[in-house]
């Protein structure tokens, strides 16, 4: 059988592949930003492409459509998170304990959160008014994030290191929605990040009550 040769590649193809994915991201950070501050209905497509710097035309060149856009702006709140969550477990040992796995996963979640803002926060205004095909299309991701944490809390349980009486779908809806919403108010002016996963990982665990049994 004969060897297929790959044509060469034309003299500045690199380039304009290059520079079409610095467009394409550009694109994507510029509606992450108006879809959080504007909403959803409320932008247009128009006002996504002047933020981005290109014409109004020159969009369809890159996505298909509106909701296009919105549905890689929310995949991207959610993996961009999934990504430091699993690469956090992944970096611990085998016998790691659950508390520890728990702590990773907390601090991974808030790292890739707060530090992604436009993206995740668009992600958690708007979920209630996109469209439900939009929602449909994201469900997946969404999903198999949320199937991560009930996993990890399902292990938790079989190993008697969560309290038999808890439903971990209820504990994962309660951690993951207080997370959530720290976007929101998180202000880094008013101490380190790691005292701030400290304070949310003890409150997770232990409660807010002052511990009576030391008195």
Same mark, same amino acid.
């Given at each position: 059988?004969?060897?297929?040769?790959?044509?060469?590649?034309?003299?500045?193809?690199?380039?304009?592949?290059? +520079?079409?994915?610095?467009?394409?991201? =550009?694109?994507?950070? *510029?509606?992450?930003?108006?879809?959080?501050?504007?909403?959803?209905?409320?932008?247009?497509? =128009?006002?996504?492409?002047?933020? %981005?710097?290109?014409? +109004?035309?020159?969009?369809?060149?890159?996505?298909?459509?509106?909701?296009?856009?919105?549905? *890689?702006?929310?995949?991207?709140?959610?993996?961009?998170?999934?990504?430091?969550?699993? +690469?956090?477990?992944?970096?611990?040992?085998?016998?790691?304990?659950?508390?520890?796995?728990?702590? %990773? &996963?907390?601090?991974?979640?808030?790292? @890739?959160?707060?530090?992604?803002?436009?993206?995740?926060? $668009?992600?958690?205004?708007?979920?209630?008014?996109?469209?439900?095909?939009?929602?449909?299309?994201?469900?997946?991701?969404?999903?198999?994030?949320?199937?991560?944490?009930?996993?990890?809390?399902?292990?938790?349980?079989?190993?008697?290191?969560?309290?038999?009486?808890?439903?971990?779908? &209820?504990?994962?809806?309660?951690?993951?929605?207080?997370?959530?919403?720290? &976007? *929101?108010?998180?202000?880094?002016?008013? @101490?380190?990040?790691? *005292?701030?996963?400290?304070?949310?990982?003890?409150?997770?665990?232990? @409660?807010?009550? $002052?511990?009576?049994?030391?008195?």
């Amino acid at each position: 059988m004969a060897t297929r040769t790959r044509a060469p590649r034309r003299p500045g193809a690199d380039a304009q592949a290059d +520079a079409r994915a610095e467009t394409r991201e =550009r694109v994507l950070l *510029e509606a992450a930003r108006l879809f959080r501050h504007r909403g959803y209905a409320a932008t247009t497509l =128009r006002e996504i492409a002047d933020a %981005a710097g290109i014409k +109004a035309g020159s969009i369809y060149y890159h996505f298909a459509s509106k909701e296009e856009i919105l549905v *890689e702006v929310l995949d991207k709140g959610i993996q961009v998170i999934y990504d430091h969550v699993r +690469a956090s477990v992944e970096a611990l040992p085998p016998d790691a304990s659950f508390r520890d796995r728990l702590s %990773a &996963v907390i601090e991974a979640h808030l790292w @890739g959160l707060l530090h992604h803002g436009d993206f995740t926060s $668009a992600n958690i205004r708007i979920y209630g008014q996109i469209p439900d095909s939009a929602k449909k299309r994201h469900r997946v991701i969404r999903r198999d994030y949320a199937d991560y944490w009930d996993r990890l809390f399902e292990s938790a349980l079989a190993a008697g290191q969560l309290r038999s009486d808890t439903s971990t779908a &209820v504990v994962r809806l309660y951690v993951l929605g207080a997370l959530n919403w720290t &976007v *929101e108010w998180y202000n880094p002016q008013r @101490g380190s990040f790691a *005292e701030f996963v400290r304070q949310i990982t003890t409150m997770v665990f232990d @409660g807010i009550l $002052a511990d009576r049994t030391a008195h």
